[in-house]
């Protein structure tokens, strides 16, 4: 009885398999690529957890101006902007931390303003159904994205390639996002 909740909940699935996809196969990018220590890689993922915070608070700004839905776009297009540099320019530690302060920002916003448009795409008093409708649809998929990484990683031999293919779900989410009207 909701299509329009329904298509913003596959474009989330896509993007949010996505960003799932960046995070865990971050490690093993950097381990990889860069030849990156577990030390490091923990001052990445610490670093980017911090910065998520002030991401979401952020975007919440971002939102107020542009709506709810075009800040969740303008992330999505960052998204895609972080998984091209990754994939034609990254190769030094210290552009593997400034990508980690990018993703930091745009994982915060994302995250936090999804949830804020689902909400207000649910009927009243059915919240926790359709929550978790959200939760579980969300760990559900959440193989998808490692899944072709890992098949594109297998086919072509390069981790560059692998991440490369992860854009499918941005662009994808993002595609479907145009069409959800959230009134």
Known sequence: RYPQ???FLLAYLLYNDGIQTVISMSAVFGTAVLD?????LAGVILMVQFIAFAGALLFNQVAR???TKRAIMISLVIWIGTILFTYGFLSTTAQFFALGAFIGIVLGGSQALSRSLFSQMIPVGQEAEYFSLYEISERGTSW???????????LTGSYQYGI???????????????FVDAR
């Not at 990156?36 to 490091?40: D, N, P, Y």
């Not at 998808?144 to 297998?154: A, R, W």
């Not at 499918?168 to 993002?174: D, N």
């Open 5 to 7: 909740t329904l298509l």
């Open 36 to 40: 990156l220590e577990q030390a490091t």
């Open 65 to 67: 101006f542009y709506g």
């Open 144 to 154: 998808l994205g490692p899944l072709l990484f890992g098949l594109t990683l297998q």
């Open 164 to 178: 490369l293919s992860v854009a499918v779900f941005f662009i994808s989410g993002l595609l479907l996002l145009i």
